[in-house]
Each structure stands twice: as C-alpha cells, then as structure tokens.
Nanobody
Framework: QVQLVESGGGLVQPGGSLRLSCAAS????????MGWYRQAPGKQRELVAR???????NYADSVKGRFTISRDNAKNTVYLQMNSLKPEDTAVYYC?????????????????WGQGTQVTVSS
C-alpha cells in the first residue's frame, strides 16, 4: 500500500545540477530511514546517500561534497540535490525507504523502492 514516486531526473551537462524528489504515499504509520541508490550500466546498485528520520546523513565517498540529501517529514518526501555532476554519475537513481505500516493493530516495518529515474550526465 506504500508507493515511492520519484521525479527530477533528466539529461544534464557535466558540472551541472539536478534535484531529485521522492514522495512516499499510502498507509504510512511512520518512515525511518530514506535514501537514494543508483545503478549504472554494467554495475551493481550502490548506496548514494541515506538520511534518518532525525536528519542524520551518510554519503558514498564518490558523492561527498557534491550531493546533499534532505527530507521533509511533513510531506514524506526525500530529496537529493546533485551538484558538480560528472559523467560517472550517470545511472538510474532509486529512492528507498524504511516504512512502518499498521496491520491488525501491529506495526510492520517494510522496505520499499521507487521505480527509478534516469540521470544522464553528458555533453
């Protein structure tokens, strides 16, 4: 019953910026960690950034200093501001969230993925 819907991907030149958004909707009791992952052609899906419900963040070394993850708890939305983009950032970016739902008076924690959004960095 929970969906993660992403937006903001596209084509950008090296050195440019993009801002990704991911909004969670459905029968949500609460959301703990939210994050962004990416999968480039021929590579494994990898962590880009994660953020806790209280705002604590962690980043992959490859994006530190260039990307910023943030969230708006009131909107159940997580963002990824991507600056100084490089061709190696080209990938499908996936939103991920640890979501608690209420079923039969019991909270269940589930992990959800968005559909992915393409980010292409090319001149």
């Amino acid at each position: 019953q929970v969906q993660l819907v992403e937006s903001g991907g596209g084509l950008v030149q090296p050195g440019g910026s993009l801002r990704l958004s991911c909004a969670a909707s459905g029968s949500i009791a609460r959301i703990n960690d939210m994050g962004w992952y990416r999968q480039a052609p021929g590579k494994q899906r990898e962590l880009v950034a994660r953020i806790t419900s209280s705002g604590r963040t962690n980043y992959a070394d490859s994006v530190k200093g260039r990307f910023t993850i943030s969230r708006d708890n009131a909107k159940n939305t997580v963002y990824l501001q991507m600056n100084s983009l490089k061709p190696e950032d080209t990938a499908v970016y996936y939103c991920n969230a640890d979501v608690f739902v209420l079923v039969d008076s019991r909270w269940y924690g589930n992990n959800y993925w968005g559909q992915g959004t393409q980010v292409t960095v090319s001149s």
